[in-house]
């Protein structure tokens, strides 16, 4: 046979070398892309749960028999909604839920809101 079939050692690992650098590069990207991906929807979660945390603030402070609630706190993540501070009675506390629960993107409600006397 004609020695230009038959491939050398040398060719043959670098040929081996070259595959596992081009495999190697393509796993790279897929990685690269995945993170980027994440990143941008982490990114893209955060706007959204400071939007849902503005908008509830908003929404509790036009309700006048909310206006003296300066107690409670909001935060949101990934749409849930956690209340904390005091409110005055159950009526109230069960207000304030309902009023975050109308808010468009809100997925949950953890109520912690504590009932303390005036």
């Keep these: 046979m004609p020695p230009d079939k038959y491939q050398t050692v040398k ?65 949101t993540t990934q749409g849930v909604v956690t209340l904390t501070g005091k409110v005055h009675n159950r009526e109230e506390k069960a207000m304030v839920e309902q009023k975050v629960r109308d808010v468009k993107g809100v997925v949950k409600v953890n109520n912690e809101l504590q009932i303390v006397s005036p």
Aim: net charge negative; proline share 0%; no cysteine.
């Design 11 to 75: 060719e043959i690992h670098m040929n081996k070398t070259l595959m596992s650098i081009v495999l190697l590069l393509g796993f790279a990207v897929l990685v690269g892309l995945s993170v980027a991906s994440f990143a941008a929807e982490s990114v893209g979660n955060v706007v959204d749960d400071t939007i849902i945390t503005s908008t509830v603030k908003a929404e509790l402070a036009k309700d006048v028999r909310l206006e003296t609630l300066t107690d409670i706190e909001v935060s």
